[in-house]
């Protein structure tokens, strides 16, 4: 179909809040996918043949750009039909999932679903330019979003939101309760609307927990598939004890025996001749990761004292492999998007629009090897474009992190070198290393904001990581990349040197304690020269007793050097870059050398 002199820009959101209210990583997970389907819809009402950027990949941004197909004349019409698609989708997501889960609709359920979505789009024609009309249309829906209507509940004979609020949002009322929620909660003081979801396990809503209509979608829409922190935490453990088949039986046996409640009650059977399986007694049929760690092996979690007894004894079995309870969350973006799409940094002549074209595939193509690449080492949340979220296995994580920065350079800074200046296209990340246990909405708060601290870098092109330790107490280091990834080499050699024991990790408390309090101002060199001596010599102090003299004073010279490589704005910010890599020489072990 013929393409019309008219663009339009269409927008979906809420983005941020949405993706990011979540206690589970199904949820987060339900959220991300959920936008990605949405504007899928819109783009396929629109035509892909008509679209400018992005390009159409698995996972897609919460906004695009097309032409208006050329027999287009109600222009009104024609963004309303849009619009109308996506809400008309998102209704009949809502929908399927409720009849999937119960067959009792909730007072206030439609009012909820009909009200979430914000959705805004401008049309425009081609006037003086292509970049000018692009530019003057993101200033006309910035300003449109800044109106912002609203509409006011009144259902059940209830006037605006009232009552206790869903667990993840925080905003809704709750429409739907766990099995063996207090009567409390569910009183028609607080919830008359509210259904119980009783025939739904613990493991999908818990105890007490309660959900909106939002909510409700987003943590029943898809299957419980998407891996908890707890099996992040643990995948290179289990890639390892996958090798040794005694111990690959055993965790096979472990899911098969104690959670499959006929495999339970074949097995005690069969070894004792005195088992009771009484109507009033119940089994926990729902395996999880965490129940691979002993502490979470208690009566609460198996009830019944043959299947804890059982389990007990399996997670003992398991233990010398299964040891890992931290994991990552890596989250990035391109720096400088908008002045890219701008067309600010692009050779005098240049044809925006093809530019747009094929930036939109190099992006495409490059989420697409992003989240190959992340799926191994853990799983991945979202991958659209030069926008990316995922969880990343600890043992992994900066070699993972090299591999992505360098595709991104080879995938689309390198292909667009004949459209821009001398100027890169880069990307920052924001990572935070937290316990499996810890709120997931605080490590992802962490994790965009330590990224918000690595944009703050004159030039981006940074990566941020944050700890946060099972204490309470966290860390943040805020480092460039450098040129092919340098900078990552170094932190990730410097774990590794204490991790095999060329140096003891004496050497990073000591320099602390003897710098964390000295302030030197306008004797930056005097200053470094006197740092890197001192470095020198607790390098020498905790190196390996394996070499000798000379090789000992060889070796912290050139460590050192590194490291000096590493120190870049305050002392405070090296500190908490060796304090990070102390963290994490502690949490790993010789096995990581086994990664490339």
């Known amino acids: 179909m013929k393409e019309s002199n008219y663009l339009i820009l269409f927008t979906l959101g809420p983005v941020q809040s949405f993706i990011a209210q979540a206690r589970k ?85 439609n009012e909820q679903i009909n009200s979430h979505l914000e959705i805004f789009w401008v049309i425009e024609e081609i006037q003086e330019s292509y970049a000018y009309t692009v530019t003057n249309m993101e200033k006309q829906l910035a300003a449109v979003k800044n109106i912002r209507p609203f509409g006011q509940f009144n259902y059940a004979g209830i006037t605006g939101e009232k009552g206790r609020k869903c667990s993840l949002d925080g905003q809704r009322n709750v429409l739907f309760f766990g099995n063996q929620t207090n009567s409390a909660y569910t009183s028609t003081r607080w919830n008359p609307s509210a259904h119980i979801l009783e025939k739904q396990s613990t493991v999908l809503i818990g105890v007490n927990e ?65 088992f009771h399986f009484g109507k009033n007694d119940s089994l926990n049929q ?111 994580l900066l070699p993972v992190l090299k591999r992505l920065r360098r595709l991104f350079r080879e995938m689309v800074n390198d292909p667009l070198s004949g459209f821009r200046d001398e100027r890169e296209i880069t990307f920052t990340a924001g990572i935070c290393i937290a316990h499996y246990k810890e709120p997931l909405s605080l490590v992802l708060d962490n994790a965009g904001s330590t990224q918000k601290e690595a944009k703050k870098l004159d030039d981006k092109n940074a990566f941020g990581i944050t700890v946060i330790k099972g204490s309470g107490e966290s860390h943040t280091a805020v480092v460039p990349f450098g040129i092919k990834e340098e900078y990552v080499d170094l932190m990730d050699d410097l774990i590794k040197q204490i991790i095999i024991g060329n140096f003891s990790n004496t050497f990073l408390k000591s320099i602390q304690l003897e710098f964390e309090r000295v302030e030197v ?21 905790s190196a390996t007793n394996k070499w000798d003299k000379e090789t000992k004073k060889a070796e912290s010279i050139a460590m050192s050097q590194r490291l000096m490589k590493l120190k870049h704005g305050t002392p405070l910010d090296f500190f908490q870059l060796l304090n990070i890599s102390d963290f994490m020489h502690r949490v790993l072990d010789a096995s990581i050398l086994e990664f490339k």
Request: aromatic share 14%; with cysteine.
């Open 521 to 541: 101002r306008g004797q930056k060199i005097t200053f470094d020269n006197m740092f890197r001596s001192e470095l020198i010599r607790l390098l020498r102090r």
């Open 210 to 274: 309660g959900l909106s209509a939002v909510s409700f979608v987003k943590r029943f829409w898809l299957e419980n598939s998407f891996p908890s922190t707890a099996e992040i935490a643990l995948k290179y453990d289990e890639d390892r004890l996958n090798l040794d088949s005694q111990y690959k039986i055993c965790l096979s046996e472990y899911k098969e025996k104690v959670f499959n409640s006929n495999e339970f009650i074949s097995h005690c059977l069969s070894t004792s001749d005195k």
């Open 25 to 109: 990583t199904q949820d987060l997970y339900a959220g991300s996918k959920l936008l990605s389907d949405l504007i899928k819809s819109a783009i396929n009402k629109v035509g892909e043949d008509h679209l400018i950027f992005p390009a159409l990949g698995d996972a897609m941004p919460n906004r695009f750009l097309a032409y208006v197909p050329g027999d287009i004349i109600n222009f009104q019409k024609y963004g309303e039909d849009i619009e109308r698609t996506v809400r008309q989708q998102w209704q009949q997501i809502a929908d399927d999932t409720l009849w999937k889960i119960t067959k009792n609709k909730p007072d206030g359920f």
């Open 286 to 396: 729902f395996f999880d990761y965490q129940l691979l760690f002993k502490e979470n092996v208690t009566e609460k979690t198996f009830p019944f004292q043959p299947q804890l007894d059982l389990a007990t004894d399996y997670v003992k079995k398991l233990q010398p492999f299964l040891k890992q309870k931290y994991y990552a969350i890596l989250t990035f973006d391109g720096d400088d998007m908008g002045k890219w799409l701008a067309g600010q940094w692009l050779v005098e002549g240049k044809d925006l629009e093809v530019f747009h074209k094929k930036f939109a595939v190099q992006l495409t193509a490059f989420a697409k090897e992003a989240k190959k690449e992340v799926d191994i080492v853990g799983r991945t949340v979202y991958a659209g474009g030069d926008d990316f979220l995922g969880f990343v296995n600890l043992y992994q």
